[in-house]
């Protein structure tokens, strides 16, 4: 019985790399569009590192009527396989950026730097087997943005929907 349960063992830690491993891409490009109370959009680019790990890095935008903002973030991530086409993800970062708000005061506009810790969970779905080079995402972003002039922070949330071109 003892031999069996050592055989089973044996066997299944053989197999899980099969059934859970999926090749990451060197380097993806990609568009997220997001809604909640974050950033919004953003151009983003991975590098694969190894061990199912990648750097990501991205630009984000949020115009409105009351300020305009531009923030970079770089995060690490860790890739973990599902049986399919599936992959989910996280990771954590920094971010720094600049928000110009539109004073209603005719005060005219005021900067802010901004400096911030970022985090991601998402879920992806590849169709490189396929033949397509191309995931697709939904992934959960809370960030936590300290405003340095005015010494405010601010949590945020956002809810993304991407697509990246692998390569």
Known sequence: MKKIKIGLIVFGLGLSPALFSQDIAPHALGIRIG???GFGSEISYQAFLKNNKRLEFGIRMK???????????GLYE????MPGEFQWYGGLGLSTGVVNFNSTE???KTSNSLLGL????GLEYSF????????????????LDVQNEYLKSGFAM???FGIRYLF
């Open 106 to 108: 005719g005060q005219g």
């Open 128 to 143: 490189i087997k396929s033949g397509m080079p191309i995931h697709l995402l939904i992934d959960l972003n809370p960030k």
């Open 158 to 160: 956002d809810v993304s």
């Open 35 to 37: 809604s909640g109370t």
């Open 118 to 121: 970022e985090s991601v969970l």
């Open 63 to 73: 115009n409105n009527q009351d300020y305009n903002a531009y923030k970079i973030k």
């Open 78 to 81: 860790w890739v973990f396989p």
